[in-house]
Structure formats: structure tokens, C-alpha cells
């Protein structure tokens, strides 16, 4: 399991636009945010939920845009959950994960098939992926015994599954909502109202985790 570190020691460096009101958003709970232009985004790295306001209202920007945050004139003003997303971010958000998962991460989310472990004796990481079973489990570990999956082409061809790229989105949609005990990607942030919720909440943190192995090892084949 990872150390918890606090949301400071976390921070996103590219992110993408789920949505921009250059009027505001009248139904923000942030008043600055009611009558002034306002982005909301989800990081690539920790899949943080993120309000935002331009520091220049000569920039536009589009739905599902990556943006470098070093290089963006943008000031972050607060983590957010998945129910202060509005009805257009929560529907371009399958978008941009899968833009994520297939494009960005690619090759991190199919390591996590390789190397994913158990949880507990009982449950197995990869069985909190929807539609994975005992059964389906089985086959994933005597194939990657066999030979580690190369893609998720692989994956799906020599499992039996359809899809994976989508049960992966489903899965962050899932952690993004809250409410679970394990969270393999998502670092769950919870509102002081639902703080005792964090206290019991497990960051696995499968993306940080793998994502620092690849640095680890392109690092020592370079030398």
C-alpha cells in the first residue's frame, strides 16, 4: 500500500478540460466561481477533480483540451468531487479517461495487469475491474505467468474480455464517485464533511506506483 502523503505533496501537472463557463457557473458552491469564467479538469496522474480560473481572458479553451499547467495561465482554486461536476463535465469525463488510458497511460494500465496483487487473501486487485471474476482471474494469472500481456489487444484476445480500456474508465468513474475502500488509481479526496469516509479509504495507487517503476527502469537502461 502506498504512504499517504497529503494533496500538497500530490500535484497534477497535465490536465484536461471537462468544462469552461466563461460566465461562470451560477451553481457553484465557490462564490467567486458564480459570475466568473471557470474550468473544471481532471489531472492524468492522481485523476484529481480540479476548479480553475483563467488568468487571462484572451485565452479560450475547448472541451477535452490537455493542458500543461507550468505553461498555462491558470490558477488552481480548489479540489473538487465528482458530484461538483457539471451535467457537461461528468459527460465528456468517459471521453477524456479513455483518452487517457488508451493514448497517455497506455502502457502503465497494461503493466497493472502484469503486476497487479492481492488485496487481501480473499480479493484480488484485478477483480475490482468490473466483470472480472474468480474465473476470468484465473485465466489473467496463468496467461501473464505464461508471457507478460503486451497490450490490451493482448489482454483481451488471450482472456476472453472485450473492452478493457472501458472496464479501466469504469473502474476511475467508480473511485472518482467515492464511497469505495480500495482505490487503485483514484487519490481520494473527501470534503471535511466526509472526512471519517478517508479514514477507512485505502490508496493503492497503481498509477504512481508503476508510473515510478517505468522512470526507475528507463533511468538505469540509459546508463
Not at 487571462?56 to 480548489?78: G, W
Not at 483514484?186 to 479509504?201: D, M, Q, R, S, T
Amino acid at each position: 500500500m502506498q504512504r499517504r502523503k497529503t494533496t500538497k505533496e500530490r500535484m497534477e501537472k497535465i490536465v484536461y478540460v471537462l468544462d469552461y463557463m466563461r460566465q461562470g457557473n451560477p451553481l457553484d458552491k465557490h462564490t467567486q466561481h458564480k459570475n466568473r469564467p471557470v474550468l473544471q479538469l481532471i489531472g492524468e496522474d492522481y485523476f484529481m477533480l480540479i476548479e480553475a480560473s483563467p488568468l487571462s481572458s484572451n485565452i479560450d479553451f475547448q472541451l477535452e483540451q490537455k493542458l500543461v499547467l507550468a505553461e498555462t495561465p491558470i490558477k488552481i482554486d480548489f479540489h473538487i468531487t465528482y458530484d461538483d461536476l457539471t451535467s457537461v463535465a461528468k459527460d465528456e469525463l468517459p471521453r477524456v479517461l479513455r483518452k487517457i488510458v488508451t493514448e497517455e497511460k497506455s502502457s502503465i494500465f497494461v503493466e497493472f495487469f502484469n503486476k497487479a496483487e492481492p488485496l487481501t487473501l480473499k480479493l484480488h486487485a484485478l477483480e475490482l475491474l468490473p466483470n472480472i471474476g474468480k474465473k476470468t482471474l484465473r485465466i489473467i494469472l496463468e496467461e501473464r505467468k505464461k508471457q507478460p500481456f503486451a497490450d490490451f489487444k493482448d489482454i483481451e484476445t488471450r482472456v476472453g474480455i472485450k473492452d478493457v480500456p472501458g472496464l479501466i474508465v469504469e473502474r476511475i468513474i467508480k473511485e472518482l464517485q467515492g464511497g469505495e475502500k480500495y482505490y487503485l488509481f483514484v487519490y481520494p479526496i473527501f470534503e471535511e464533511k466526509n472526512k471519517k469516509l478517508g479514514e477507512h479509504a485505502i490508496y493503492v495507487g497503481y498509477l504512481e506506483k508503476l508510473g515510478k517503476q517505468n522512470e526507475t527502469g528507463a533511468a538505469l537502461s540509459s546508463k
